[in-house]
């Protein structure tokens, strides 16, 4: 059985840090970099309401279903977005990675993909994962074909599942990856990045 604690995470130019009300002005400033909260499809807070974010992601973690990070850029040392493992199911070796957002100039690039190969490399390697869920709003294209290109598989739909925001509900897209895909993703994402480097 899973039994994910708060812990650094570093990969390549990132440490994923567990996320702490110190990371609030860091955020903020991330979330200005495109006016993120303005997309909204998105989990992105509004410039006042960083800290109720922040608190409900340590409330889901100390209830034991979440676990959240902010991503920090160790080249200039900014917080540059946040991510986090969310509706952990323990007994059956099940964690989702989402709630994931970057800074506008950081999106695009191998941010993204470098925080889900740490991310992904904890879960299965680590804590013995037997699946990654991964979901998104059924608007947020963009984020359905960051999800693809990561190699994950489309699982469906589900209609009428969440609230967004502003209140009204989303149908979520729902992914997954598992155990046994893991060696081919870990390949594929690793090739991505030394492409990338080069």
Not at 19 to 48: M, N, Y
Not at 148 to 166: I, M, N, P, Y
């Amino acid at each position: 059985m899973i039994d994910p604690r708060p812990i650094v995470l570093e990969g390549p130019g990132i440490r994923l840090e567990p996320l702490t009300h110190e990371h609030r002005d860091g955020l903020t400033a991330a979330a200005a970099d495109g006016k993120l909260w303005e997309l909204w499809f998105t989990s992105v807070p509004e410039p006042g309401q960083v800290e109720k974010y922040i608190a409900d992601a340590l409330a889901g973690l100390k209830d034991g279903h979440m676990l959240p990070w902010a991503v920090r850029e160790l080249a200039g040392g900014s917080i540059v977005g946040t991510t986090r493992y969310h509706d952990i199911v323990a007994r059956i070796d099940r964690v989702e990675i989402g709630y994931t957002w970057y800074a506008k100039s950081r999106q695009r690039s191998h941010v993204n993909t470098t925080c889900k190969l740490i991310l992904l490399k904890h879960a299965f390697d680590t804590l013995g994962c037997k699946v990654v869920g991964l979901r998104t709003d059924n608007f947020n294209f963009a984020s359905q074909r960051a999800i693809e290109a990561l190699g994950a598989k489309r699982d469906g739909v589900l209609r009428h599942h969440a609230a967004r925001r502003d209140g009204t509900v989303r149908d979520s897209v729902l992914y997954s990856i598992l155990a046994g895909e893991w060696r081919d993703v870990r390949r594929h994402l690793e090739t991505r990045l030394a492409r990338h480097a080069h």
